[in-house]
């Protein structure tokens, strides 16, 4: 049941073609940009919210091969969040015109704001199913899985084995 969740949670995509352009002539564009933003960013955590319970739920079991699977689940709802925020487009008017510079890095600084709580959620999830993994015995395709990710969000703190 939280796969299917999972699933609709997935499919929620960063919205395209945003104009933030604070241009008195462009207010009215900027404007329906941010509601499409905020709209985005509410469904996400709302999807993933109840996502999120019901992986929850799952590793209140306590059973070892589904408490690392839903552990990992977690881990991926977080860091897909965190992604399409980390790797969004930056709109045409943000890299173009005076002060693009400052723009983009205002513009990327308030996605990474942002993201960066996500990545740490998705750390301690992909922490959590490592550790239970080691504590049980049980290792699986989604401990490698945790593994592996921890290895690419964080590298110089989770160094992996190449074979992962």
């Avoid at 999972?6 to 929620?12: K, M, Q, S």
Wanted: net charge negative; proline share 5%.
């Amino acid at each position: 049941d939280a796969d299917k969740e999972f699933e609709a949670y997935l499919e929620l995509k960063f919205p395209s073609g945003l104009n933030f352009d604070p241009a008195p002539e462009h207010k009215a564009i900027a404007a329906k940009s941010r509601k499409r933003f905020d709209e985005w960013m509410t469904q996400k955590g709302k999807v993933g919210g109840v996502a999120r319970k019901k992986y929850d739920a799952v590793l209140a079991i306590k059973d070892p091969s589904n408490s690392i699977t839903a552990a990992a689940r977690i881990g991926q709802i977080a860091q897909n969040f965190s992604d399409a925020l980390f790797t969004a487009e930056i709109p045409n008017n943000v890299r173009t015109g005076e002060f693009a510079d400052e723009k983009v890095e205002a513009f990327c600084d308030a996605l990474t704001e942002k993201a960066e709580p996500l990545e740490a959620t998705s750390l301690e999830a992909y922490g959590v199913c490592l550790s239970k993994s080691t504590e049980l015995g049980w290792f699986s395709d989604w401990s490698k899985l945790c593994e592996r990710e921890l290895g690419q969000i964080k590298p110089e703190e989770y160094p992996t084995d190449e074979k992962v």
